[in-house]
């Protein structure tokens, strides 16, 4: 059987329940987000040989999905308890 300071080590780590993102990384994932719906939209109304098309929207798309979504989930940001 635990020795009862034990079970309240096990309590204290268990009890702790913080979410691991801030508020500003969670508007840094919604910005990635809607600059994907962007790029997709401007690639599904640019015309076949558009500029838009060809080079604007997979840009925007390269930027959200390489850089803006895993800056938002890499990026520890302080939170305002801290």
Do not use: C, W
């Not at 401007?42 to 895993?70: K, Q, R």
Request: aromatic share 14%; charged share 20%.
């Amino acid at each position: 059987m635990a020795k009862p300071k034990e079970k309240e080590k096990r309590r204290a780590t268990f009890q702790k329940h913080e979410i691991p993102f801030s508020k500003k990384n969670f508007m840094v994932l919604i910005v990635g987000i809607v600059i994907i719906f962007i790029g997709f939209y401007l690639m599904a109304i640019g015309g076949v040989d558009s500029f838009i098309a060809i080079t604007l929207a997979p840009i925007l798309l390269f930027l959200a999905y390489v850089i803006i979504i895993p800056y938002g989930i890499l990026k520890k940001f302080k939170n305002g308890k801290d």
